[in-house]
């Protein structure tokens, strides 16, 4: 079965950082564009970072740029978001998608979502 599972959310406080992951089972990520989308309550679902299959081409909303790393160890079939200098802004329910195609990841059309994992940054 295919599968894409979150893991990493939590309670952190201003400030914080936190390491999201993105786990496939069932298939190998390899040859797969990832992205990193968040719903916050009330909100739209926003794209915040995607990457290529390679490794050589990511990308990042405006309001995560320089704080937000999206990285990929195709030997462990996961994928990572390091969030550094949390905001409170930034609590959200966090998911991963992957794609063959890095448009239809990046365009939030894949085929394939995790269930997600909630991040919550409060004092």
């Known amino acids: 079965q295919v599968q894409l599972v979150e893991s990493g959310g939590g309670l952190v406080q201003p400030g914080g950082s936190l390491r999201l992951s993105c786990a496939a089972s069932?298939?190998?990520?390899?040859?797969?564009?990832i992205g990193w989308f968040r719903r916050a309550p009330g909100k739209e679902r926003e794209g915040v970072s995607c990457?290529?299959?390679?490794?050589?081409?990511?990308y990042y909303a405006d309001s995560v740029k320089g704080r937000f790393t999206i990285s990929r160890d195709n030997a462990k079939n996961t994928v990572y978001l390091q969030m550094n200098s949390l905001k409170p802004e930034d609590t959200a329910v966090y998911y991963c998608?992957?794609?063959?195609?890095?448009?239809?990841?990046?365009?939030?059309?894949?085929?394939?979502w995790g269930q997600g994992t909630q991040v919550t940054v409060s004092s």
């Open positions: 998608a992957a794609d063959s195609s890095f448009f239809t990841v990046f365009t939030g059309h894949s085929d394939y």
């Open positions: 990457i290529n299959s390679s490794g050589g081409t990511t």
């Open positions: 069932g298939f190998t990520l390899d040859g797969y564009a």
